[in-house]
């Protein structure tokens, strides 16, 4: 809107309203003038075209958007935290704090005392530390303490929700109205809801008022019970079923089901450097298979079939730092892409090196 607004167009049009006669070249004292306010001039259309820009939704920046979701009761998912169970040689005190790599955790719950097993919080929120397994440093001395070990994830970390994903997601709460029962209606609303991350619908022959609405929760993974019970409740309670007494209108009767996962069992050959072994890189293995079907998952909304392909578990392989060559990959036993047509979503099973 403001893009001609520039210093030298600003100053061109201001020298141009000078009465004749009056000397306006470079370094006159009407020049200099005008040149002072021509640089504030343009410092202040940039804030207009920086508020212009911040007002709508397609073009605001990060901090601009969130706001314009509340307005509209759409959330950006902010990061978590992950929780794991650890396991040390002695008690240790609640809120002692340990460190793995650049990670710090907080003890907050005694798990198993007589095998010293607590469950510790990640001090830092997101996806990070959820696949690093193995060994503790004590961040202050604790008496007594030699060693502890993080035995398992039990609650994974969460990123916060990318800024683009967030503005498609805002953007498509305006392509429905509050009494619509259209797929754009429910798509929306259903991905308003806390826990579902996506979800696909499908219109049921018998009966025919039934629509089942497939959901994909934190982690593209399938929702915890809890979260699909709470979501039926919220779209069609099974009580009052058709009645119109959720989200869901009049006459439409809604079964809220989560996805379902196929187990991806990788076998591999791989060549490390000199000094580096499987045990070693276990953590970082398993961490770049996830990613890479994460990024699968992620895409299960708008696809009909997900495919699994061995070049791409290879090349997530060989990129980490240590391992010099992947071959013979296979995938649950077969040396080929694995192609799920099921409307599942490819999970890491068992991942096996040689």
Not at 130 to 138: F, I, R, Y
Not at 223 to 251: F, S, W
Request: aromatic share 8%.
């Amino acid at each position: 809107m403001f893009e001609e607004m520039t210093f030298e167009n600003i100053l061109s049009d201001m020298l141009a309203e000078a009465p004749e006669g009056i000397d306006t070249s470079e370094g006159s004292l009407l020049y200099n003038a005008c040149a002072k306010q021509a640089v504030r001039l343009e410092e202040a259309y940039l804030v207009l075209a920086g508020i212009e820009k911040n007002m709508y939704a397609d073009t605001a920046d990060l901090e601009h958007l969130i706001r314009a979701g509340i307005d509209r009761a759409c959330y950006i998912r902010r990061a978590t935290y992950a929780e794991f169970l650890a396991q040390f040689n002695c008690p240790v005190p609640l809120g002692s704090r340990f460190r793995q790599d650049e990670y710090h955790y907080t003890v907050f719950r005694e798990s198993d005392e007589e095998n010293h097993m607590y469950e510790i919080g990640c001090d830092e929120p997101g996806s990070g530390p959820n696949h690093l397994l193995g060994e503790l440093q004590a961040v202050e001395y604790i008496e007594g303490f030699s060693t502890g070990k993080i035995l398992s994830c039990l609650t994974p970390g969460e990123d916060m929700e990318e800024k683009e994903s967030f503005r498609a997601r805002l953007l498509s709460t305006y392509n429905y109205r509050g009494f619509a029962g259209n797929r754009a209606y429910y798509l929306a609303r259903l991905k308003e809801l806390p826990g579902v991350y996506g979800c696909k619908l499908e219109r049921v022959k018998t009966p025919s008022d039934a629509i089942r609405a497939t959901l994909i929760g934190k982690d593209y993974r399938t929702p915890p019970e809890d979260v699909l019970e709470d979501v039926q409740t919220a779209v069609d309670p099974v009580v009052n079923a058709g009645e119109g007494e959720g989200l869901a209108p009049i006459g439409h009767r809604v079964t809220i089901l989560g996805v379902g996962e196929t187990p991806v069992d990788i076998e591999t050959a791989i060549t490390y450097e000199e000094g580096y072994t499987y045990e070693g890189l276990r953590s970082y293995i398993e961490k770049a298979v996830e990613k890479y079907l994460l990024d699968l998952r992620m895409a299960w909304e708008t696809s009909g079939v997900l495919v699994v392909r061995v070049l791409q578990i290879e090349a997530a392989i060989v990129n980490i730092r240590g391992i010099i060559d992947v071959t013979g990959t296979k995938l649950n036993g077969v040396e080929a892409n694995l192609q799920i047509t099921d409307g599942t979503v490819p999970v890491k099973g068992e991942i096996v090196c040689v």
